[in-house]
């Protein structure tokens, strides 16, 4: 299995709203519903946002949405905020009790 | 609150075996899977693998042949090592709790230790 693919960064100005993606195949994330997004700033343990693609964990501001289409995941940022700048990282279930983590994504406020 | 703390050696030789250690603070750790997940410098998250609380392991294919998990449920520790190291496996190690689905297919990571660094270095 490979990584899942995001793209390297992504920014936006405070305020806004920005998507990140995370594309899989039909045997990962186009299989399961078990897709998460983790935000990760340096130095600190990742936290987990979102959980079965759009199941928000208590705690977690209603700006932070998840979604999936066949074999992408999709996480939106709105209302973007200067400590909302650090690295997303995806997950997938991917069968055979085997997980797959996206290559992180930087998020910018600009 | 729950709780995962990594302990270990900070530095390992090349070759020689990395051993790692995480203290859950919970009171049963049956419920749940229990993950390691590194982080190499200037890199991403990859994830290592998984003990169930039966003890049942799963890894990450491309570590496979080099890594073994365990779990002691009386000491509510679980436990990694890696054998053959190489400075490739110099990275930031968490430990992280895994929340399997009503069949026990693993979900999502809700827990995560601080991390511990370990460098392979002569």
């Known amino acids: 299995q490979s990584a899942l693919t995001q793209p390297p960064s992504a920014s936006g100005s405070p305020g806004q709203s920005v998507t990140i993606t995370c594309t899989g195949t039909?045997?990962?994330?186009?299989?399961?519903?078990?897709v998460s997004w983790y935000q990760h700033h340096p130095g600190k343990a990742p936290r987990l946002l979102i959980y079965?693609?759009?199941k928000r964990i208590s705690g977690v501001p209603n700006r932070f949405s998840g979604t999936k289409s066949r074999n992408t995941a999709s996480l939106t940022v709105s209302g973007l905020r200067a400590d909302d700048e650090a690295d997303y990282y995806c997950?997938?279930?991917?069968?055979?009790?085997?997980?797959?983590f996206g290559g992180g994504t930087r998020l910018t406020v600009l | 609150q729950v709780r995962l703390q990594e302990s270990g050696p900070g530095l390992v030789k090349p070759s020689e075996t990395l051993s790692l250690t995480c203290t859950v603070s919970i009171d049963s750790m049956t419920d749940f899977h229990w993950s390691w997940i590194r982080q190499p410098p200037g890199k991403g998250l990859q994830w290592i693998g998984l003990v169930f609380a039966n003890g049942t392991t799963t890894y990450n294919p491309s570590l496979k042949s080099r890594v073994n998990m365990s779990v002691d449920k009386s000491k509510r520790q679980f436990y990694v090592q890696m054998r053959s190291v190489t400075p490739a496996d110099t990275a930031l190690y968490y430990c992280a709790r895994d929340v399997p689905d009503f069949s026990g297919l693993s979900n999502y990571f809700d827990y995560w230790g601080q991390g511990i660094q370990v460098t392979v270095s002569s």
């Open positions: 997950t997938s279930y991917a069968g055979d009790n085997i997980v797959l």
């Open positions: 079965e693609v759009d």
């Open positions: 039909g045997s990962d994330i186009g299989a399961y519903y078990y």
